[in-house]
């Protein structure tokens, strides 16, 4: 019997990333099996691959196949394979580019060198002092390393290593090697568990999502107001899936809420979690695959790409804070990790479980239809309010004198509230000390030379940064275009408003975070767990502090600028201005003190700032569908961005209007297709970009295009990527 193989190949060349055939050797035939991942040779070298089919023959192919050359120990399970292809066909890439995303990375066992007590007859001279205390420590402790070994008995590692030498050539002590698990860091949390006395809703919404699951398994939306508690139902779902001997999984749109919701989950199923996401190292990264792969772990808990981990008798999927943009990848292929989860809990009869106390449009509109199960939690836990909300109309504060960054009320909350010993969040989702540097005199305003965007000053460093590509200068005392010493920095930024809040409250412990100052591994992590355990008074923060965080003595929350995402070019712009003031403001009030929201804005008229500070949620969803229904927006319609980028503007826009002419002779009746138009940031990295919008109500339509897409580019000076479901058109 002849066995073939279909390898997805993993090469540079975007046309050669298919599936080709491949001859079984003899010796793979009784162990290859779909989803191996195998080495091949292609084009005179040799890459790897994932096995995608097998096929038996009877007789020896007419045409000569060449051979798979090895096959490693890393092998994907057949639902995997699966639903790598129905993302590849959705989203009109290459099969490969789905499957890399489910391997472990290249990374190994990590083993130490681990020396154990053989024989305690034989005598040891009582003038080898550094043996006899080697050898009493391991009789004590047991099988020990050198290192530890070294630390504890506080002898240099050079003597210990000559001790465990001689030990060894005595016959006293053998040494093996072990593997050993690379573990992440799990910051330790409070066990409350014991006294948590759950609600009337948290108790009516575990038993219909229990019902669900042993049922339908219907898709389910949680809508539960901030501190509803509903990380508490999550754990008694898991625990209801985890008795029928199912596994699940669970998705947290930030890194940054990974190790609070891991510890949390950590006391509840101990030994049983595992942990993915980008910061691990790559050994950790291994590790914990093979923990899951293995089914040593039932519960696993990361960011966006833990939808692609090796779970297997997969019972549950629950996305956290579904309405987060965060779950959509922002670089090829532009996977949604909620889509991704809706395919593979179909396909694995698991039940998708998502929650959020602003679900997204989209979501909020199926729930309403009836596509998906409603489960609401309108009430905190423990009888708690949620926080008073007040708009600060920043206009107003400029007419009565006030030109700081921080409203009179706003000062005068944050003195009262460190006054009762309460802590403070201070919200800006924007890094750096100020947004742009101009000239006074002349309008020059500083740019990056390599994007179409203004420098921002970081006042640490004395310098100015582009965010998107990371070209740095020192900050200019005079200005470059006409030498005037009239340079001045506008906006405002984290670090400035850590500056301003010392300049106020000199005696005030402040943190702040942001990707300035938690590119550290293990920092952000740090610098909650201190917040939280008071260290600090005042927790300056971008988005990261936005959201999923329980601080019980906060009291205060002070929304800087409600603006910044308010007038983006972008349909979804309302819908994250009302959904980040909810969640912000839900830091407030957690514990016994009730909580008060400043929300600082220079358009208090906004529908969405009204309807978030009012808890107007169902007049928000209401307003917003009839304008997405009147603009033929989702959920009325799909949408796929096509990106073009390149060095030369002309060649980028030539080769955007022929695509644009090709589409709009196969499709102009059955999508809508708007551009080719320069993207609002225009240039970045020396690129420049323009982009093509494409709406219909048919998916179909869509697919299509995206697969026509991957064999119509022929200018290899044009890139050309495109975006399913896009959540940002910038």
């Known amino acids: 019997m002849i066995i073939t193989a279909s390898v997805a ?57 060449k051979e798979i050359i090895s096959k ?5 399970p057949n639902s995997l394979v699966h639903l790598s292809r129905e993302l590849a066909k959705y ?9 890399k995303l489910m391997l472990p990375p290249k990374a190994s066992t990590k083993n130490l060198t681990v020396y154990f007590i053989s024989s305690v007859d034989k005598a040891i001279s009582n003038k080898a002092f550094i043996q006899k205390q080697v050898c009493e420590f391991i009789v004590k402790n047991g099988p020990s390393t050198a290192q530890n070994i070294s630390e504890q008995l506080e002898i240099s590692i050079s003597s210990v290593r000559s001790a465990l030498t001689a030990l060894i050539e005595k016959g006293i002590v053998k040494k093996e090697y072990r593997a050993v698990r690379r573990k992440p860091i799990v910051l330790s949390a409070e066990d409350s568990s014991k006294d948590i006395k759950l609600t009337e809703q948290q108790i009516s919404a575990i038993e219909t999502i229990n019902n669900i699951f042993s049922s339908s398994k219907k898709t389910t939306l949680i809508y539960g107001v901030t501190g509803s508690g509903k990380t508490e139902v999550y754990i008694r779902a898991i625990q209801n899936v985890l008795s029928q001997g199912k596994r699940a999984l669970v998705l947290v749109p930030e890194i940054s809420l990974t190790p609070q919701m891991l510890s949390i989950f950590h006391q509840r199923f101990p030994g049983k979690t595992a942990v993915i996401h980008s910061r691990l190292s790559p050994g950790e990264r291994f590790d914990e695959w093979q923990r899951i792969y293995s089914g040593s772990a039932s519960v696993v808990i ?27 990848n922002g670089e090829h292929p532009y996977y949604d990790a909620r889509l991704v989860a809706q395919f593979r809990a179909k396909h694995e009869n698991a039940m998708l479980l998502l929650g959020s106390a602003t679900p997204s449009v989209e979501s909020f509109y199926k729930a309403a239809k009836g596509e998906y199960a409603l489960v609401k939690l309108t009430k905190r836990v423990s009888g708690r309010p949620l926080p008073k909300m007040e708009i600060i109309d920043m206009k107003a504060e400029l007419k009565s004198g006030n ?37 006074r005199d002349c309008g020059f305003v500083l740019k990056c030379r390599h994007c179409d965007i203004s420098l921002t000053y970081h006042f640490n460093e004395k310098s100015a940064k582009c965010h998107y590509c990371g070209y740095t200068v020192k900050a200019p005392d005079l200005c470059p275009k006409c030498n005037s010493e009239n340079i001045r920095y506008f906006g405002a930024g984290t670090e400035k ?15 702040r975070i942001d990707s300035d100052s938690t590119s550290k591994k293990g920092s952000m992590e740090k610098m909650l767990f201190d917040f939280k355990k008071g260290a600090a ?85 209401q307003d917003e569908l009839k304008m997405r229904y009147k603009a033929v927006y989702p959920p009325f319609c799909h949408i796929l961005n096509i990106r073009f980028k390149g060095r030369h503007e002309e060649e980028v826009k030539r080769e955007a209007e022929n695509i644009r002419a090709i589409l709009y002779q196969k499709y102009d009746k059955e999508a809508e297709i708007y551009g080719p138009v320069p993207a609002p940031k225009s240039k970045i990295k020396e690129n420049y970009r323009y982009n093509i919008l494409l709406k219909s109500i048919k998916i179909q339509v869509l697919t299509e295009i995206c697969n026509e ?22």
């Open 9 to 65: 190949v993993d090469v540079k060349h975007p046309r050669a990333k298919k599936e080709y055939s491949y001859l079984v050797p003899e010796h793979l035939t009784s162990s290859i099996n779909v989803g191996d991942l195998v080495c091949v040779p292609f084009n005179n070298v040799r890459v790897s691959g994932v096995v995608t089919q097998l096929t038996e023959l009877n007789q020896v192919p007419k045409f000569k196949l």
């Open 72 to 76: 490693e120990t890393v092998s994907l």
């Open 91 to 99: 989203y009109g890439t290459a099969l490969i580019d789905f499957l």
């Open 302 to 328: 990361g960011a966006r790409s833990a939808v692609f981990a090796p779970i297997q008798d997969l019972g549950m999927i629950i996305i956290d804070e579904e309405h987060e943009a965060s779950y959509k």
């Open 403 to 439: 030109c700081h960054i921080f409203s009179r009320k706003l000062l005068a909350g944050i003195k009262a509230t460190l006054e009762a010993d309460k802590q403070v969040i201070l919200f800006l989702n924007r890094r750096g000390h100020s947004t742009f540097i101009i000239c």
């Open 497 to 511: 408003i850590e500056q301003e809040i010392r300049r106020f409250f000199p005696d005030c412990r402040t943190l």
């Open 537 to 621: 008074q005042i927790l300056i923060g971008t988005q990261a502090v936005a959201k999923g965080l329980d601080f019980p003595n906060v009291a205060l929350v002070g929304i800087i600028s409600a603006d910044t995402a308010l007038n983006m070019p972008d349909f979804r712009c309302g819908e994250r201005t009302f959904q980040l003031i909810t969640q912000v403001a839900g830091r407030a009030g957690r514990g016994d003190t009730p909580g008060r929201v400043y929300v600082q804005t220079y358009a208090p008229e906004s529908f969405a700032i009204k309807a978030a500070c009012n808890l107007n949620i169902s007049g928000f969803y």
């Open 709 to 730: 897409l991957q064999t119509i580019n022929d200018n290899s000076r044009v890139d050309i990527a495109w975006d399913m479901d896009p959540q940002d058109l910038l």
